[in-house]
């Protein structure tokens, strides 16, 4: 590879995984300097999406552990050292991380509602972020909810986190504190108007599809999704698919770029943002004599061929289903799982400018499930 021409080495270098460039940089000076470069990073992250290559499924399990393994063959899972802090419990060092959220390699995620960080798995380098104190009355609370979401703002070329902290209060009234923190200027911002509708989340827990975070909201017996476009920083409503029946529950993800709900054992998705004629029924569980066999499921990704998906049961095991022959499969049998996603290997990095803040992992432990 060292006598490819030079103007064919970042073509040929971007295909290959993350892993073996991080090796790669030791070959030269010049070769450090490419894949260190922004430039090369975005073509590496841009083929990488086009092509649905280099995919991993991370999870955690029941005792603290996590664990990723390459997404094409599931087997070999390797053991990975949190970069947040364990803390002790009865004796023991346990981590109980969470993942809020995941895009273009890297993770959100947390140990507490305040114990937030980015993490890069591929890079093996995290950031924690800034605390940001919470500024709503905490005085006759009843009842609060603290719900986090993650996602790419393709506009500023930024990675953007946002807090929204729900407190309900004895008199009925109700307060809503929204920011959103921004990894160009690791700080946070208050968000003034949100839509009093969001005190009624369904689920909660975001989406990120199509460059903005969404959340399902029930309210007065009747479904929406409320949107938040991370670049313009504004909320707007998505239209519902046009279901046969009105008495069903629902929940929302995303597939690929494209929201996705799953109402009852039909799974849509949206394939042109935010018009209601493009919600598509994907597939139905209730196909291929299989009915009511994948209860309680959320799609993770398709295959890289795109004709499988893998679902999440119950969040106890992983199924492919198969578009063609309508038919799920178990992929493997992980009992104690507890929290799981999908992310590709890139080398985004969780730092911007010269901040230099970062923990570099420690080095991992391959360890079969």
């Known amino acids: 590879m060292l006598d490819l021409l030079p103007e064919l080495v970042p073509d040929v270098l971007s295909r290959l ?23 090369f990073i975005k073509l590496h992250l841009r083929k990488s999406m086009e092509t649905n290559s280099h995919l991993n499924l991370i999870f955690t399990s029941q005792d603290g552990k996590i664990y990723s393994s390459n997404f094409d063959s599931f087997r070999d899972f390797v053991r990975l050292n949190s970069p947040i802090k364990s803390h002790n419990f009865m004796g023991l060092e346990v981590t109980l991380l969470k993942f809020l959220g995941s895009c273009n390699g890297m993770l959100c995620i947390c140990e507490t509602a305040d114990i937030v960080a980015l993490w890069n798995p591929s890079t093996r380098s995290s950031r924690l972020l800034p605390c940001s104190p919470i500024e709503i009355q905490f005085n006759s609370v009843k009842s609060g909810h603290v719900c986090y979401g993650f996602g790419y703002d393709h506009i500023k070329d930024d990675y953007k986190v946002v807090r929204m902290i729900q407190q309900w209060y004895s008199d009925a009234s109700f307060q809503c504190e929204f920011k959103v923190f921004r990894l160009s200027t690791s700080s946070w911002k208050t968000v003034d108007e949100v ?21 399902l909201v029930y309210d007065e017996a009747e479904f ?40 009852e054992s039909d799974v849509w998705i949206m394939k042109e943002y935010r018009v209601k004629e493009s919600w598509i029924n994907l597939f139905s569980v209730a196909e291929g004599g299989v009915p009511r066999s994948l209860e309680n499921l959320m799609p993770l990704s398709y295959s890289k061929a795109y004709d499988k998906v893998l679902l999440q049961q119950w969040k106890e095991k992983l199924v492919w289903y ?12 992980i009992s104690n799982l507890r929290d799981v996603t999908i992310y590709v290997g890139s080398l985004v990095p969780v730092t911007v400018g010269r901040e230099e803040n970062t923990r570099k992992g420690q080095s991992s432990e391959g360890t079969e499930v």
């Open 17 to 39: 995984p993350a892993k073996d460039l991080l090796r790669f940089r030791c070959v030269s000076k010049s070769w450090r300097s490419l894949i260190d470069s922004t430039a």
């Open 195 to 215: 839509p009093d509708i969001l005190q009624n989340l369904k689920q909660g827990y975001s989406a990120f599809a199509s460059g903005a975070l969404h959340w």
């Open 224 to 263: 929406s999704i409320v949107a938040f476009d991370l670049g313009t920083e504004e909320f707007g409503q998505v239209p519902l698919p046009d279901f046969k029946g009105k008495n069903f529950d629902m929940v929302i993800g995303s597939l690929g770029d494209c929201l996705c709900s799953i109402c």
């Open 322 to 333: 198969d578009l063609g022959a309508k038919q799920p499969s178990t992929v493997h049998d």
